[in-house]
């Protein structure tokens, strides 16, 4: 899942939040200098990806563009999926999105000491470019997407993955939809609930 999904799934705690925003950014066992509800953030966030990665569901979807784009299939289908989580935002959530997205800008930005280098830079893109509302349009996603290939080590192709998005819109979003259920189940599994 791409960083709108991970931090919906944060639910209400600020710390799992941070930690699910930053986790990218950290190492290995580097998490452990982080505040203990960080690390648990950090580790949900390892968590999700592995659930998201090994669920058949989420395989369909990436073979369909593995041909394509190798390795960043997977990557492609994250943004993707977040892309259906934030058009049909009123599926999952009482909160409108744009309040959703203000309320965790605000979160960030007052947590922005604990943020690694990496995770400050993208924090001022996407809040300058408002990536996580941007999410929801087809255009914010061809946005993303176009930034991850200039930003990408290898040739990914990744500039042109809204063609397959728009030519399997349906499809994708019924796998997402498939998939996201199980996704929340897990998370609420991993969870804490005093």
Not at 57 to 60: K, L, Q
């Given at each position: 899942m791409n960083f709108l999904s991970h931090l919906y799934l944060?639910?209400?705690?600020?710390?799992?939040?941070i930690g699910n925003f930053i986790?990218?950014?950290v190492k290995g066992s580097d998490f452990l200098k982080y505040p203990e509800e960080v690390q648990k953030g950090i580790?949900?966030?390892r968590k999700i990806d592995t659930f998201t990665d090994s669920h058949p569901?989420?395989?369909?979807s990436k073979q369909r563009l593995r041909e394509r784009y190798k390795k960043?299939?997977?990557v492609i289908v994250d943004v993707y999926y977040d892309h259906y989580l934030a058009a049909n935002w009123n599926v999952y959530s009482n909160e409108k999105l744009e309040d959703f997205v203000l309320k965790t800008?605000?979160?960030?930005?007052?947590?922005?000491?604990?943020?690694p280098p990496k995770s400050q830079l993208?924090?001022?893109y996407m809040v300058?470019?408002?990536?996580?509302?941007?999410?929801?349009?087809?255009?914010g996603i061809d946005r993303v997407l176009q930034g991850m290939s200039r930003r990408a080590s290898f040739v990914s192709n990744m500039e042109h993955a809204i063609q397959e998005l728009k030519e399997h819109y349906h499809l994708f979003g019924k796998e997402f939809n498939s998939f996201f259920p199980d996704l929340q189940q897990f998370v609420n599994t991993q969870i804490e609930i005093p």
């Open positions: 944060s639910g209400e705690d600020e710390g799992l939040l986790a990218d950014s580790v949900l966030h569901i989420v395989e369909e960043y299939a997977s800008y605000d979160t960030i930005n007052r947590n922005k000491h604990l943020l993208f924090n001022e300058q470019y408002n990536i996580l509302y941007a999410y929801g349009e087809l255009e």
